[in-house]
């Protein structure tokens, strides 16, 4: 296992093949969504094993107060090989180069202890995260730019 590092996104195909394997979403998606996605990023690491994409995790964030680490993904061929603590600890350290040092997360399923192992503790159960639950909604045209078609 030759693994190379980068701080670049990877292409939106082989974050799409690598996000598959969670089974978070439905693999019916297209690739544009997964571009659109990684144009969202703020910072990002990709593990390569030659040239196929193991290993992800990126985060969103306002660039001064907070960042929020939205994925954290090693291909389950790749996993308990300490990928993920090397990945998660070049991504924790971009952050705070990038000079954000609030890094916030919501963890997987039985993923607690991975993280509690690598710096981050769980929130106070008076002051937990919060995530938006509710129908989902627009107003019609509220979102459409003035003069744009709808």
Not at 50 to 65: C, E, N, T
Not at 79 to 86: A, I, K, N, V
Not at 132 to 137: E, F, I, K, P
Request: with cysteine.
């Amino acid at each position: 296992m030759n693994i190379i590092f980068s701080l670049e996104a990877p292409a939106a195909q082989s974050f799409k093949n690598l996000y598959d394997t969670t089974n978070w979403g439905p693999i019916e998606r297209d690739v544009g969504f997964y571009a659109d996605a990684l144009r969202g990023s703020w910072a990002s690491v990709s593990a390569y094993d030659d040239d196929r994409l193991v290993a992800f995790a990126r985060a969103i964030s306002d660039g001064k107060l907070h960042a929020f680490i939205t994925e954290m993904i090693v291909d389950p061929e790749y996993q308990r090989r300490s990928l993920g603590e090397q990945l998660l600890k070049l991504l924790v350290d971009r952050c705070h180069f990038l000079g954000v040092n609030d890094i916030q997360l919501f963890c997987a399923e039985g993923k607690a202890d991975f993280y509690l192992k690598n710096g981050f503790s769980r929130r106070p159960d008076d002051a937990p995260g919060m995530q938006y639950s509710g129908a989902l909604t627009t107003a019609p045209g509220l979102w459409t730019p003035a003069g744009a078609a709808e």
